[in-house]
């Protein structure tokens, strides 16, 4: 075999790991999901070694998706560390074998404070299975690593289990966009979700234009404004709307004439508005069923406060 051909079959095996996952989503899953839905505290994560690693990423997962957690090494809780669990508390404990000595050492002291634990080995007959309220079997029937030694499948196989957990609790929490972006506020997802159109709109300098104006100082004040548009006031309120593209039209449709004509024969009477505190991803949902760039900003009483066109929306 090649030296492609052994990482094409590396990840042939962790796929069909996966596969051999999927029928042992059982009861014990649903009771593990009961488990953490209904716990009062936080989900401490444990492993050792290469369980461990895993074991953190799903607890940053869990925690970035609404459920409280956080890993703790177990070898960490002989040292002082036991004082951060509460019998609120629910125990996630991952060993592949389910005999990992130092796991099984800790187990006693939470069994002691009457703390649920949910097992996660690839041995169901396993003293962890044993002791665990609910067990979840992530077994598979060999490593990729073709000595079969080396964690690949095993620790492939236990991240998924606990992506399956935490996108079943994602679903029952009824979990959604703007729930995650108050996780991940530094996010680009976090900034779209939280960014309001006061935050980013332009308010000075903006090219306000009367309905009466002819077409060719409007022209003027249009290319001035840098936004590609015109507003048209009247008495303080928006009465319509001009962009770059009424403009071409009109040239192309009245040709000499264009300058006898004013801003309200091209104008859009009902521009598209929204408050200063409408999210920006509402702001680019608007912009792309309409297909417009700019969108207003105003008051209750439709006073122009500013404008966020595509680029301020670029956070």
């Known amino acids: 075999m090649t030296t ?5 079959q590396c990840i042939k095996d962790e796929a ?6 999927i029928p ?6 649903d ?14 994560v444990t492993g050792v070694g290469k369980s461990g690693h895993i074991g953190a990423k799903i607890a940053a997962t869990l925690a970035s998706t609404g459920t409280p957690s956080f890993f703790i090494n177990p070898l960490d809780v002989y040292h002082g560390d036991l004082g951060v669990m509460t019998h609120e508390d629910v125990v996630l404990a991952i060993s592949n074998s389910g005999t990992t000595d130092e796991l099984l050492r800790f187990i006693p002291m939470v ?17 962890l299975a044993k002791y665990s309220t609910c ?9 990729a690593c073709p000595l079969n030694l080396a964690p690949t499948s095993s620790t492939t ?10 996108v079943a609790l994602m679903e029952k929490r009824n979990f959604r966009p703007q729930d995650f972006a108050h996780f991940h506020p530094g996010g680009e997802l976090g900034k779209r979700l939280l960014t309001t159109a006061q935050d980013v709109m332009r308010s000075e300098d903006l090219p306000i234009l009367p309905p009466e104006m002819h077409l060719g100082e409007a022209i003027i004040l249009v290319s001035k404004g840098k936004l590609g548009l015109g507003i048209a006031e009247k008495d303080g309120c928006i009465i319509g709307l001009i962009t770059d593209g009424d403009i071409r039209r009109a040239m192309e449709k009245w040709q000499a004439k264009f300058f006898d004509r004013t801003v309200s024969d091209i104008m859009t009477s009902s521009p598209k508005t929204v408050s200063p505190e409408t999210k920006i991803s509402e702001i ?7 297909k417009i760039h700019s969108v207003l900003v105003v008051d209750s009483e439709r006073h122009l406060l500013g404008v966020v066109d595509s680029y301020s929306c670029m956070i």
């Open 16 to 21: 069909q790991a996966l596969l051999d996952l």
């Open 284 to 290: 680019q949902r608007i912009m792309h069923k309409y």
């Open 24 to 29: 042992k989503i059982d009861e014990e899953f």
């Open 157 to 166: 196989a236990t991240l998924a289990m606990g992506d399956a957990l935490a």
């Open 4 to 8: 492609r051909e052994y990482g094409i």
């Open 135 to 143: 067990h979840l079997n992530v077994h598979v029937e060999k490593e």
């Open 31 to 44: 009771k593990a999901v009961d488990l953490i839905l209904a716990c009062k505290g936080k989900v401490i």
């Open 111 to 127: 069994l002691h404070m009457q703390i649920p634990i949910i097992g996660m080995s690839g041995n169901p007959k396993s003293l």
